[in-house]
């Protein structure tokens, strides 16, 4: 008998497979990246093609095999930090273009950036509260302008550096790399220290080659 694995997890990429299955990059907060075999998913009936869109963010139940995982069942979070919005009879349907433009495009590069810095199942449990954090926050807010998101992806981008190791912590920023916490207050703080931010990042990635 398999063993059937939950986690939370975040799709970082999705690719069709075989006839009408996908197959799902997956950073699990358990597991680290795996990847996954979903069976059917991109059939109409199909209720997990839902919960299985690239930047969604949920609770995965999986199993493993000798060569790749395979995906049984999927659940968001909350339908505020996932890509789809229910409507009152239930039906799931794309979130509204404003909406849409304020969290996935800064969550699509959060991705790539994972996708080219994360190596195989090792776990980073960190990192994951850390985007976590992140797609909470800009998923429960609508008013976000381009200054304090440009802020919130320089925070993100620097915590997930520091915790993969290329990013000490600094003084200036009073241990803010190190948390996971983000507020309204401390993207305004960020702000005006975003250069700090982003000086720590493109040395974490030239030293690194990325």
Known sequence: MHHIHTTPGFIIQARPYGEAGKMLFIFTREFGLIMAAAQGIRLERSKLRYYTQEHAMGMFSLVKGREMWRLTSAA????????????????????????????????????????????????????????????????????????????????????ILHWLGYIGDDLELSGHIRSFEITSDLVDLLKEKRTILNKHINKALKESMM
Do not use: W, Y
């Not at 794309?94 to 969550?107: D, F, H, N």
């Not at 790539?112 to 807010?141: M, N, T």
């Open 76 to 159: 968001p979070f909350s339908l505020r930090t996932f890509p789809l919005r229910a409507t009152q009879s239930g039906k799931v349907h794309p979130r509204s273009g404003g909406e849409m433009a304020i969290s996935q495009s800064l969550i699509a590069r959060l991705a790539q950036l994972l996708r080219r810095l994360l190596q195989g199942e090792e776990a980073h449990p960190e990192v994951f509260d850390v985007i976590k954090a992140c797609v909470d926050f800009v998923g429960e807010r609508e008013d976000l302008n381009a200054a304090q998101l440009a802020a919130i992806e320089s925070l993100t981008v620097a915590r």
